[in-house]
């Protein structure tokens, strides 16, 4: 495939002027003395209006298919930028290029001016923007819905060395790429109570009295597919009372009086939870939830509806994606509208919902798997416990006619927990799906054979495995030039929409001019994010430096821990030896902890402290250096991705579901360093063994260490270089003034058994960095071997992703050209 030719509707000749116009016109400023900000904005506005014909020119061609429909609820997207996205998408990079430069700008500073829409925590959100992202290029018919949080997650910033939160007001100065449709309100019920009535034919019917209302307006961000020749909609809710406010309470002069309720309304659609971990029994949260599910479920029924068919042939026509159990109370919700509304027998309505539904696992860890109080979740909806009762009680008749005799196995199965009366979600979206799946082989087979085995006994061939996927668009195209240019000039441009052609770059590893231009490359890259640094933090780092880098979020199962020992041993070794034979590393790392997870904190405050150490040690400053990449998010992944050579990946064995950072570090060249989790032994299949430094415990491993009852201190004590950076951690050397810091982070290690076996794998961890260090000092070794892994990355593209759930799961094909 060629470059994608512009299409005429972009009208790039006129592009400077309609900059200028927007300027003027919707953001009413002055054209002098010439702004950044005002500029981007108007050039925004500009490809929003190309966008928007776009839409529309292809709209139709959508709409007379008459094909099945996928809608992919989640809670969170984490798009990050939109505008060089679009313009990549679109073709439109040279002509933007242009007017950015005859306006006195060059557009990549234009770019820097848009804020990231954090609308995510991590990996999920993360994950669905890439599957908008490849629906659009793969022509998959389907929608993204979510919420339009007023804020996103929450900006970083270090102060004193400790994470401090700020709110990410991410809209406050206007956001060009939200559309809001104000004409298609949806009123959402909550709380008021179930009553019983008789219908005029004599049946007894449910209906919702006594709610309170809000509006559910629809904002839709549009995202082009690559070659810009079908768009996707993002359909996100932003809450609005019904009622504006009290007039009552006004006229009294009880102004505040009179917002309330307009506020309660609001508060809806106001914040991001910053949790990566779900949260539990809060009710705004649940309340989050059904917004989303009920504003969603009104618009694909009117779809449904405007269409034709009847209910009989819904599932033919819609499919439904639960990203993780946040949407799942969408399973009852459908149940109540076809039953109460639509008047449907309870059957034939749940033969509907479970041919509608599919949800996706994306954690294994036991206290992330959401449950809600039974008395709250019926406060705020009470109609949907009864209908949660009643889908629970004929379901454990299936599993006694099964299991005839077994209350131990219908007390684990059920969706309310007899014992705890907490509504089980995970069971709910199991019970109302046709399909559940985990996002890599490793994390599939947990879920079947540990987490939900005896769900796999009761419904065979229902759990299925669709390995994630990153879109190459946005992580490789994008974010890195200097390697696509150079990836383009050998192979051809096809890889961008089909990335098994990055296969045809395995020769070019044994060509040592090649290895010079990716080499050169990377050091590209790696300058670049050095003046990001510098920018960004003040500090200098030294490009012809081996980056190790680790961004992510900051959680202990990921063990940026294990990642400080590394490097204080290493210190050590280097003030022991200040000729030892290793390449002088830069050692990266950021990532957000939840403003709640103390101990994610404290490693946080870890890091900064051995960074200032480290950093001032004259002995071994020119050999080490290590900084913490404050507020790490999507924008900056695209600076720090692409000038990696080391990716850090080293999960405790069986906790990570998946990873996708781990394969856009690969895509762009790193070598992976990590443990036998998540995706990355897929990963390590694909770019084989002898390119990747695996380590440490497998998952069966971990399982059995754990259960033979590990003992931390006997490690410890067998290993000195571990007893060494542990004691110097325990005793302040790197806080002196604090002394007793982190005791709570080696209390946990030494006196709580090490859960996440920290000290098991540390050994190992250290004798696959010295296998990194031996590499890297073989320069042409090391970049073959980089080669290697960007060539064999293409099973990880997220269209291939999407193209296996439209298959086996949504049973929808792509769209014709
Ligand atoms: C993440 C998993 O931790 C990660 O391994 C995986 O790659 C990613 O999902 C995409 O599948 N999980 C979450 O981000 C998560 O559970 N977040 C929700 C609580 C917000």
Redesign the pocket.
């Known amino acids: 495939m060629a470059k994608p030719a512009a299409p005429d509707f972009h009208q790039l000749e006129s592009l400077g002027e309609d900059i200028k116009r927007y300027v003027l016109s919707i953001l009413g400023n002055d054209l002098y003395p010439p702004d950044p900000f005002r500029y981007y904005s108007g050039l925004a506005y500009a490809i929003r209006e190309r966008l928007i014909r776009m839409w529309l020119a292809t709209q139709a061609s959508y709409y007379d298919s008459m094909s099945k429909r996928v809608y992919y609820l989640s809670?969170?997207f984490l798009p990050g930028r939109f505008l060089m996205n679009y313009i990549t998408n679109m073709g439109m990079e040279d002509g933007c290029r242009q007017a950015a430069a005859d306006l006195g700008f060059s557009l990549d500073d234009l770019a820097e001016e848009e804020r990231d829409a954090g609308l995510?925590?991590?990996?999920?959100?993360?994950?669905a923007s890439c599957y908008m992202d490849s629906m659009a290029t793969q022509r998959i018919p389907g929608y993204g819905y979510g919420i339009l949080y007023d804020y996103g997650l929450f900006h970083q910033r270090i102060v004193n060395g400790w994470q401090e939160e700020e709110a990410d007001n991410w809209r406050r100065h206007g956001s060009p790429w939200v559309i809001d449709r104000v004409e298609h309100l949806y009123e959402v019920k909550f709380y008021g109570r179930s009553e019983a009535y008789t219908d005029p034919q004599g049946v007894l019917r449910y209906r919702w009295a006594e709610a309170d209302t809000v509006m559910a307006m629809p904002c839709d961000i549009l995202i082009p597919g690559h070659g810009g020749k079908h768009v996707t909609n993002m359909r996100l809710w932003a809450a609005a009372s019904s009622t504006g406010f009290s007039l009552r309470d006004f006229n009294q002069g009880d102004f505040l009086g009179a917002m309330q309720s307009k506020i309660h309304s609001e508060n809806i659609s106001k914040v991001l939870y910053p949790?990566?971990?779900?949260i539990q029994g809060k009710e705004l949260r649940l309340r989050q939830q059904y917004f989303l599910v009920a504003a969603t479920l009104r618009d694909i029924i009117r779809r449904h509806k405007k269409s034709g068919p009847g209910f009989d042939e819904f599932p033919d026509q819609v499919a439904i994606q639960l990203n993780?159990t946040?949407p799942t109370i969408a399973v009852a919700e459908l149940m109540r509208i076809l039953v109460d509304e639509e008047f449907l027998g309870w059957d034939e309505a749940w033969a509907i919902c479970r041919r509608t539904f599919a949800y996706?696992n994306?954690?294994v860890l036991p206290e992330?798997l959401e449950t809600w109080p039974a008395d709250l979740l019926g406060r705020v909806l009470p109609r949907h416990l009864e209908i949660i009762a009643e889908i629970d009680r004929r379901f454990l008749l299936e599993v006694a006619a099964a299991h005839p005799g077994d209350q131990g196995r219908q007390n684990r199965l059920a969706i309310i927990d007899p014992a705890s009366r907490r509504v089980r979600m995970a069971h709910l979206a199991i019970v109302g799906s046709h399909k559940v799946n985990g996002?890599?082989r490793l994390?599939s087979d947990i879920l079947r054979e540990k987490v939900f085995p005896e769900f796999d006994a009761l419904y065979p061939g229902k759990f299925t495995n669709v390995t994630?996927g990153i879109t190459p668009r946005r992580w490789l195209l994008q974010a890195n030039p200097a390697l696509s240019r150079l990836i383009t000039a050998r192979i051809g441009p096809d890889w961008t929409t089909d990335l098994d052609r990055l296969a045809e770059l395995l020769p070019l590893a044994e060509d040592p001019d090649f290895r010079k231009d990716w080499r050169a490359a990377k050091r590209e890259n790696k300058k670049r994010l050095a003046r990001y640094v510098l920018r960004k933090s003040g500090m200098g780092i030294n490009p012809d430096t081996l980056f190790d880098v680790q961004v992510k979020?900051m959680h202990e199962y990921k063990r940026q821990f294990l990642n400080v020992l590394h490097v204080v041993t290493l210190y050590n070794r280097l003030r022991r030896d200040p000729h030892l034979a290793v390449p002088p590393r830069t050692v990266l790392i950021g990532g957000k902890a939840a403003p709640g997870y103390f101990m994610a904190k404290r490693i946080i405050r870890l890091i900064t402290a051995v960074a200032e150490t480290v950093n001032a040690d004259d002995a071994v400053r020119s050999r080490l250096r290590v900084v913490f990449l404050p507020n790490y998010c999507v924008s900056q992944a695209e600076k720090v991705i692409p000038a990696a050579e080391l990716s850090q990946q080293i999960s405790t064995a069986g906790m990570?579901?998946?990873?996708?950072g781990n394969m856009k570090f690969a895509l762009n060249g790193a070598l992976t360093i990590g443990t036998l989790d998540?995706?990355n032994i897929e990963i390590m299949e694909a770019v084989g063994r002898e390119n990747i430094f695996i380590f440490g415990l497998t998952a069966k491993e971990v399982e059995a260490t754990r259960a033979a009852g590990y003992d931390p201190g006997r490690r410890v004590a067998a290993d000195a270089e571990l007893a060494e950076a542990l004691d110097m951690i325990g005793r302040g050397y790197f806080t002196p003034s604090e002394p007793d810091l982190f005791a709570p982070i080696l209390d946990n290690l030494l006196r709580h058994g090490d859960y996440y076996l920290v000290t098991a794998d540390y050994r190992a961890c250290l004798e696959a960095q010295d296998a990194v260090n031996a590499l890297y000092l073989d320069p042409e070794a090391w970049t073959a071997a980089s080669i290697r892994n960007t060539a064999n990355m293409g099973f990880f593209s997220s269209d291939r992703a999407v193209l296996e759930y439209a298959k086996n799961i949504w049973n929808i094909e792509p769209l014709g050209e």
Not at 656 to 660: C, I, R
């Open positions: 809670m969170e995510g925590n991590g990996g999920l959100g993360r994950l949790n990566d971990e779900p993780d946040h996706t994306h954690t992330a996002v890599a994390h994630n979020r990570e579901a998946s990873g996708t998540g995706a």
